[in-house]
């Protein structure tokens, strides 16, 4: 089971990024998915899960119309778009995916979690 991130980088304020997740040694159809994040000195955040079972996706409030996460199942990949950033969305980015998780409607998934490395990301002021 792997994750890979990608999609990382630098970007101005009120800039955009798409990350990509991509999945191997399983099929992420059958898997919540969702992505965390965490800066230097904060803990680690929610930014966004996806329930397998009907595809709604659930966001905090901090990210709430700004960011959005969709899957392909056919790549077997997952997308996170991030628009309008923000210095304060710089941070470390994490795919996560859980066979059976829970996703809660603030954007936290819940179960046995499948991470990945982590992808950069950083909003310049």
């Known amino acids: 089971v792997q994750l890979v991130e990608s999609g990382g980088g630098l970007v101005q304020n009120g800039g955009s990024l798409r990350l990509s997740c991509a999945a191997s040694g399983f099929s992420l159809d059958s898997y919540a998915i969702g992505w965390f994040r965490r800066a230097p000195g904060k803990e680690r955040e929610a930014v966004s899960c996806m329930r397998n079972s009907d595809g709604t996706a659930n966001y905090p409030d901090s990210v709430k119309g700004r960011f959005t996460l969709s899957r392909d199942n056919a790549k077997n990949t997952v997308f996170l778009q991030m628009n309008s950033l923000e210095p304060e969305d710089t941070a470390n980015y994490y795919c996560?995916?859980?066979?059976?998780?829970?996703?809660?409607?603030?954007?936290?998934?819940?179960?046995?979690?499948?991470w990945g490395q982590g992808t950069q990301v950083t909003v310049s002021s």
């Open positions: 996560v995916a859980a066979r059976g998780g829970y996703c809660s409607e603030y954007g936290w998934l819940m179960g046995d979690l499948n």
